[in-house]
Nanobody, 121 residues
Framework: QVQLVESGGGLVQAGGSLRLSCTAS????????MGWYRQAPGKQRDVVAT???????NYADSVKGRFTISRDNAKNTVYLQMNSLKPEDTAVYYC???????????????WGQGTQVTVSS
């Protein structure tokens, strides 16, 4: 079993910054892609940023230039540095990871429970 735990959310004024962290634990042989998604009340969950095991990164257009995703493979952790925050960034932020639990090539998707980010105007 694999668990993902997010941290770093909170309340911040527009223009401020937050740094989110997500650490994976449990039965992990290796982790491939990791990513951050967000969901505002009454809306669907959208991708924010993803990063592969090889370091290839993709951002949603709405956050490009403001957010930075990174990872520390030794710590099984993915980060999201969020700068110049806007009220429209308010959402629950979820991390996910594609995990190989054994040396056998099988990748499974896991989700964290989310961390609330609120940006006041």
């Amino acid at each position: 079993q694999v668990q993902l735990v997010e941290s770093g959310g909170g309340l911040v004024q527009a223009g401020g910054s937050l740094r989110l962290s997500c650490t994976a634990s449990g039965s992990i042989f290796s982790i491939n892609a990791m990513g951050w998604y967000r969901q505002a009340p009454g809306k669907q969950r959208d991708v924010v940023a993803t990063i592969t095991g090889g370091g290839s990164i993709n951002y949603a257009d709405s956050v490009k230039g403001r957010f930075t995703i990174s990872r520390d493979n030794a710590k099984n952790t993915v980060y999201l540095q969020m700068n110049s925050l806007k009220p429209e960034d308010t959402a629950v932020y979820y991390c996910n990871a594609d995990v190989e639990p054994t040396p056998i090539k099988l990748s499974l998707h896991y989700w964290g429970q989310g961390t609330q980010v609120t940006v006041s105007s």
